[in-house]
């Protein structure tokens, strides 16, 4: 359904997209992560139409956005992270403007009707935007970004400044509208792309770092691994028995739980378990204890934005296992 190829964007001398690489299957939500900076926002805005990139090409359900960007844009509904409202106009106003705008050749009061029982504002549809709650107002971008039922959604932090409960319920709203849209989902809130999505792209200095399934980089399956470890011997020499462990990145001194014995966390690029058996089975240290830990999205997002994690020799020592 989406298509990126090699997209790179100078803004001057600085290059915000350094080929960038990605794709998106029907039905597929996408989480898209980064630090402030890393081009996300520059990325949503090719993809949209709304800005052009010096190199490389995007297609929309195999429509080039540069080549077709009319016949592209009908196929993507945006929501802004601020959502393009008219506060002086009431809610069906609005949404009539926005359908007429968006040239929609279907009937438009049964449209829009059917959009706001969609994102549950049916009872405000009367009421002027301003005097809506921010929650409200955020459906109501969710609300113009659906007319015309477009296939693709991008979604730019849509909801920042809500609170518990309206959070909870526009996630809800994103995996009901993801059973029909294929969709795009920026978000500095890592549970909640942990919570929504099915697949997690990384970017950081304007390049693609990570471009997974989400139980590739979560949980089961993950391309990296914990361990907990807790073994009968002197600190200093287990340390250095657990650094020398192929594939293990880092060793954490978690102290003395009980005399005589050192305990430790393990950050491998992959599962070390039968690795570290064979190490100490070789001296006379024992091995008193040694869980997996489950890695969250964050221990994995913030190991690969620093660079302590490299996805692609995870990958390629997974494939070797």
């Known amino acids: 359904m989406i298509k990126v190829r090699n997209l790179t964007k100078y803004y001057v001398k600085n290059k915000a997209l350094d080929n960038v690489s990605f794709s998106l299957e029907e039905g597929e939500i996408l989480g898209f992560l980064g630090p402030n900076g890393a081009g996300k926002s520059t990325t949503m805005n090719i993809i949209t139409g709304y800005l052009s990139c010096d190199s490389g090409t995007v297609e929309i359900d195999g429509i080039d956005i540069l080549d077709n960007p009319t016949a592209a844009k009908k196929k993507i509904g945006y929501l802004p992270e601020i959502p393009p409202l008219y506060n002086d106009m009431t809610v069906r106003g609005y949404l009539e403007f926005m359908f007429r705008l968006k040239k929609v050749k279907k009937p438009m009061k049964e449209h829009i009707n059917s959009i706001c029982e969609l994102v549950r504002i049916t009872d405000v549809k009367e009421r002027l935007i301003k005097n809506l709650s921010k929650g409200y107002r955020q459906r109501i971008g969710f609300a113009q970004a659906l007319i015309g039922d477009p296939p693709v959604l991008v979604l730019d932090e849509p909801t920042v400044g809500l609170d518990p409960q309206q959070i909870i319920e526009i996630r809800r709203l994103i995996r009901d509208l993801g059973k029909k849209h294929t969709i795009i989902l920026s978000s500095h809130l890592l549970s909640e792309v942990q919570a929504v999505c099915?697949?997690?792209?990384?970017?950081?200095?304007?390049?693609?770092?990570?471009?997974?399934?989400?139980?590739?980089?979560?949980?089961?399956?993950?391309?990296?691994?914990?361990?907990?470890?807790?073994?009968?011997?002197?600190?200093?020499?287990?340390?250095?028995?657990?650094?020398?462990?192929?594939?293990?990145?880092?060793?954490?001194?978690?102290?003395?739980?009980?005399?005589?014995?050192?305990?430790?966390?393990?950050?491998?690029?992959?599962?070390?378990?039968?690795?570290?058996?064979?190490?100490?089975s070789k001296t006379d240290f024992n091995i008193l204890e040694m869980n997996p830990v489950e890695f969250s999205l964050e221990d994995t997002y913030l190991g690969i934005i620093t660079g302590k994690i490299n996805t692609k020799e995870a990958a390629a020592d997974v494939s070797n296992i």
């Open 198 to 280: 099915d697949k997690i792209l990384i970017i950081n200095d304007g390049k693609i770092v990570a471009d997974e399934l989400k139980t590739s980089l979560t949980g089961t399956g993950s391309a990296t691994s914990k361990l907990h470890v807790i073994v009968e011997g002197r600190r200093q020499q287990v340390r250095s028995i657990l650094q020398k462990v192929d594939g293990v990145t880092d060793v954490t001194d978690l102290g003395e739980p009980e005399k005589g014995c050192c305990e430790f966390t393990v950050n491998s690029r992959r599962d070390v378990r039968r690795l570290v058996f064979r190490a100490f």
